[in-house]
């Protein structure tokens, strides 16, 4: 019988069964048993013993403890587990073996993402008797119980996907031991600190939220929240089908990243249609949040700045995303053709039609939202120059990136990433050190709206003509980068050991 199980994983997949047979071993076994043990045996001693509460509360106190522990133990520790072996599969050189394996790459990520983890899974369940028992006697509502499971989970496919992205986004810059040993830890310190707490905070305030109401088990007082006018946290099928739809996409996105990355390790992170639909669905899902009955005028630019806070960020991301390398921009000048389609779609071509593109698609999600619900109610003149401001920025920045990987130096990656923050930091510092803002010296606004920072208008009218020079100026320096572009591009060549080289 345990042959035959045995034989029907491997048929159905290799690389999970790989991984149960390099980590299922009796010892350690044994070592989740016993640490799952103590942990249970501490918990149970710990709160047993507050006699102070009703004996009831005490097992709905230990509950939530352990919904709490959870997933802090299974995203951090999987997670860990899931980049070391990815880095190590990279080192050894094996993971390009697996590359060349007739299975789907999608099969053999799901091995990785069952089986890497299977001893925190073991260690996990261990505890869920103990946890049910808790429920049963603390008087927790079974749905409720069973939305955690459920949510736990979804939390765990969630969190292993971007640690297998992460992992694979990281390899190439992973030489020796301790950079990937930093690799791991990292990304098990981001799991730690950012998406475990953030995982609570949602089901907490969204997804239970109908279960619990407002009573002890997590103290929830929150008043209820809307995502485009529509209550997300008030009904049961509401909080979860929300929760779970939003989680499915994430997934499914990250899935598309981590097959493009599997299989084509040296391409450009993103391809141009994976980058237009992130974007979006990003930009929609950040807009539903400040589209609600209760936010009122005045906090309207708080709302503004927030969004800009997000959006700006996210675009430069993707801007690397995109842009191709030297060698990328070879292959498509020589073997593509050079049309506008090519530019918008194609992973190899010069990425500015595609910045180009993604900016219109941000205009186009949050202008008509602050025309008709922001600040260009009042403001709409002001308001068309602030996002033609941050479109100049955003074009200046994917025009730049683009020049300096199509530049052959060494690390250009290190010198866009470098020059770019370099820009964005320095100058705004060094003038509000000096106290050279508009507010003191109006004509300044013409230096801050050049940088991308077309705010002040809105408050110190009088800087207006400076925002027009600050545009101008743009304008000028997106001219010269576009024309420097073109003259590298035109002079590429693909010359032999120019290829050679850059292969090896």
Not at 111 to 122: D, E, F, I, M
Not at 248 to 268: C, D, E, H, K, N
Not at 270 to 297: H, M, N, P, T
Not at 322 to 346: E, F, I
Request: hydrophobic share 50%; with cysteine.
């Amino acid at each position: 019988m345990s042959a035959a199980w045995i034989d029907r994983l491997g048929y159905w997949n290799p690389q999970l069964l790989r991984e149960y047979r390099g980590r299922v071993k009796t010892r350690t076994v044994i070592a989740a048993i016993f640490l799952s043990g103590i942990g249970q045996l501490l918990l149970l001693v710990a709160f047993l013993q507050q006699e102070q509460q009703p004996l009831p509360q005490r097992w709905a106190s230990l509950w939530t403890a352990i919904t709490w522990l959870l997933p802090y133990l299974l995203f951090t520790v999987g997670s860990y587990y899931l980049v070391s072996d990815l880095t190590q599969e990279d080192k050894r050189g094996t993971l390009n073996f697996i590359r060349l394996s007739p299975r789907p790459a999608w099969q053999i990520l799901l091995g990785k993402l069952l089986g890497v983890p299977v001893l925190p899974y073991l260690t996990a369940a261990l505890v869920l008797p103990l946890h049910g028992v808790a429920a049963w006697i603390g008087g927790i509502p079974l749905s409720l119980v069973l939305s955690s499971y459920l949510m736990l989970i979804a939390g765990c496919v969630f969190c292993y996907s971007a640690a297998m992205l992460y992992a694979l986004l990281g390899n190439a810059q992973s030489e020796n031991a301790n950079q990937q040993a930093t690799t791991s830890i990292v990304f098990a310190a981001i799991a730690l600190l950012v998406i475990a707490p953030l995982y609570m905070w949602w089901n907490i305030f969204v997804t239970w939220r109908p279960l619990v109401g407002t009573g002890t088990i997590f103290t929830i007082t929150n008043e209820p929240v809307s995502w485009f006018y529509i209550p997300v946290n008030t009904q049961f099928l509401v909080s979860h089908a929300f929760t779970l739809v939003n989680l499915g996409i994430s997934v499914y996105l990250m899935w598309r990243l981590l097959l493009r990355r599997f299989r084509q390790p040296r391409a450009t992170i993103l391809s141009k249609r994976q980058s237009y639909a992130i974007l979006a669905y990003l930009e929609v899902f950040l807009l539903g949040w400040f589209l609600q009955s209760s936010l009122d005028s005045d906090s309207t630019a708080g709302a503004a700045t927030a969004v800009y806070c997000v959006t700006l960020p996210l675009m430069l991301t993707l801007i690397f995303g995109v842009c191709p390398q030297r060698q990328a921009l070879l292959d498509w000048k020589r073997y593509r053709s050079q049309t506008v389609q090519s530019l918008v779609w194609s992973d190899k071509s010069p990425a500015f039609i595609a910045v180009c593109v993604q900016v219109a698609i941000a205009c186009g999600i949050l202008l008509p939202w602050q025309l008709v619900a922001g600040l260009g109610v009042k403001q709409p003149f002001l308001t068309v120059l602030a996002f033609i401001v941050i479109a100049n920025g955003v074009l200046i920045a994917g025009a730049f990136v683009q020049l300096i990987l199509a530049t052959k130096i060494r690390n250009p990656f290190v010198w866009a990433v470098g020059g770019l923050g370099v820009w964005l930091v320095v100058p705004p510092t060094l003038l509000a050190l000096l106290k050279i803002v508009p507010s003191n010296i109006p004509i300044s606004n013409a230096l801050w709206t050049f940088l991308g920072y077309p705010f002040w208008h809105f408050t110190v009218p009088q800087t207006l003509p400076g925002t027009f020079v600050g545009i101008a100026a743009q304008w000028i320096v997106l001219a010269l980068l576009l024309g420097q572009l073109q003259k590298t591009l035109k002079h590429l060549k693909t010359y032999p050991q120019e290829t050679e080289a850059k292969q090896t």
